[in-house]
């Protein structure tokens, strides 16, 4: 062993060793409470609490610092109640937010559905309008023996039809 080293009394025990020498020394005169959490956690047979001491034996052979033989004090027991109010409370918000954006969810799919249906529409009338433009168009590429005037249909296929391609073009 190195010189510098401080050889350890191994008569002596440890505080743990110590600890629980008392507390079985201390189990004689104590009385037995009603378990505490953590002897009813570990299934511990008895609990038992010296007079003048609030930690019971088992507690005090490993140093627990969270004996409840005696019950809670009124400020542990605030401290949950205030807990559960405040976790209450932010459910409520939650629940308050998620209808909202449930609502909002809906509101939109319905608006798409709407515009999906209007875009349809739109498709199948510029499909027709097109095949009967294709159709006159392939009737004016056939040889004729005079060439008439363009006919009233035809005039106002601009005025009616143009402002809805102009729409297609510039949507999106």
């Known amino acids: ?8 009394n191994r ?18 005169f104590a009385v037995e409470m009603v378990r505490c959490s953590r002897c009813e956690e570990k299934k511990l047979p008895d609990c038992r609490v010296p007079d003048g001491d609030d930690t019971c034996t088992n507690c005090s052979a490993v140093a627990s610092r969270s004996c409840d033989c005696f019950g809670y004090d009124e400020s542990s027991i605030q401290r949950v109640v205030a807990r559960k109010r405040q976790l209450d409370k932010e ?8 209808g909202a ?4 969810v809906d509101r939109l799919r ?8 209007e875009a349809l529409r739109m498709f199948r009338k510029e499909s027709a309008v097109l095949a009967e433009q294709e159709r006159r168009e392939a009737t004016a590429e056939r040889p004729s023996t005079s060439a008439a005037p363009p006919s009233f249909p035809e ?13 297609l073009c510039f949507a999106d």
């Open 1 to 8: 062993m190195p010189a510098n080293r401080v050889r350890k």
């Open 11 to 28: 008569s002596q025990k440890s505080s743990t060793e110590r600890r629980r020498d008392r507390a079985a020394e201390l189990s004689v």
């Open 91 to 98: 459910q409520r918000e939650a629940d308050l937010a998620l």
């Open 101 to 104: 954006a449930l609502a909002k």
């Open 110 to 117: 319905r608006q798409r559905e709407v515009l999906e249906a």
């Open 155 to 167: 005039l106002l296929w601009d005025q009616e039809y143009a402002p809805h391609l102009l729409l």
